[in-house]
């Protein structure tokens, strides 16, 4: 049985309290509620970092230069509860906090489109026994939807892949396989990708897809 977690404010609490001790940013009492992008992402970069490349430290995914509707869709919905609630889902539960902290969808934009302009930096890869060439073989079932260089669909909601770091890629695809995400009745897009994830028999099989995705053109 998958266990949702209804939205609700205990559970922000200890998340907050871990980005205190993660990220030293106990000193930021919540972000000022502002319309300029720059001073919205001072929060973000407390764990995505500077230029948004990630930290995989905080297991925080590179988000520069993902597409602004898709960084928008993934706030709305961790602020509405759509992500983040699992109670499997620790990661999600840092982030959940923060888009709530924003407090408009015009500063959910503003952020948003920000983050989307930041230029893309490829990050070094960690997996070390990913097999490509069967990778490839099974990306066949990615592509309608992700892309042909997974670059992404907006058509499909999909996002890129092929600018995302390897460990934030495997640990998607173990959420989405054992359902911690895409089962939420809120995460209407997640609910498509899930069952791309179950074609997947095993990790080796994500380790291969993720070699594959990784030897792809931005
Ligand atoms: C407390 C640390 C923390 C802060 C601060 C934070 N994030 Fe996150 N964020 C995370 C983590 C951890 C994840 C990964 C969630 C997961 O594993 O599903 C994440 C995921 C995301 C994602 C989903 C990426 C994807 O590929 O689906 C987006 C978009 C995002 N964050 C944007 C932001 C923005 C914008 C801000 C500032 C308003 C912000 N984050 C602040 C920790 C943080
Ligand atoms: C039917 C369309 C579809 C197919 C086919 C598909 N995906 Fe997805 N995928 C999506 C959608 C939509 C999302 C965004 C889910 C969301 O909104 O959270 C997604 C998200 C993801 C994510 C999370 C990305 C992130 O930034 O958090 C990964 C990883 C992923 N897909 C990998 C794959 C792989 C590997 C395959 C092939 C085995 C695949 N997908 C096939 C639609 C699809």
């Known amino acids: 049985m998958t266990k949702i977690m209804a939205p609700m404010k205990a559970r922000t ?8 001790m993660l990220a030293s940013a106990c000193s930021v009492a919540g972000p000022a509620p ?7 992402f001072q929060l973000c970069s407390q764990c995505h970092g500077p230029t948004a490349a990630g930290n995989r430290a905080v297991n925080a995914p590179e988000i520069a230069g993902l597409p602004q509707w898709y960084i928008e869709a993934q706030l709305k919905k961790f602020k509405q509860g759509g992500r983040g609630t699992h109670f499997d889902d620790l990661t999600g539960m840092q982030m959940r906090p923060m888009a709530m902290s924003l407090a408009t969808d015009a500063e959910i934009a503003v952020v948003s489109e920000y983050v989307s302009k930041l230029p893309v930096v490829k990050p070094a890869a960690e997996l070390k026994d990913g097999n490509a060439e069967h ?25 890129p892949l092929n600018h995302a770091s ?12 054992a359902g911690i995400r895409g089962t939420n009745p809120l995460d209407v897009s997640g609910a498509t990708m899930r069952p791309m994830s179950q074609t997947l028999v095993d990790e080796q099989a994500m380790k291969d897809v993720i070699a594959h995705i990784g030897t792809l053109q931005q």
């Open 34 to 40: 502002t319309p300029e992008g720059h001073e919205l």
């Open 166 to 177: 390897d460990w934030y890629l495997f640990a998607s695809l173990k959420k989405f396989k």
């Open 13 to 20: 609490v200890p998340a907050l309290f871990v980005l205190c």
């Open 135 to 159: 990778g490839k073989t099974l990306f066949a079932t990615c592509l309608a939807c992700h892309g042909p260089q997974a670059g992404g669909m907006e058509a499909m909601k999909a996002p």
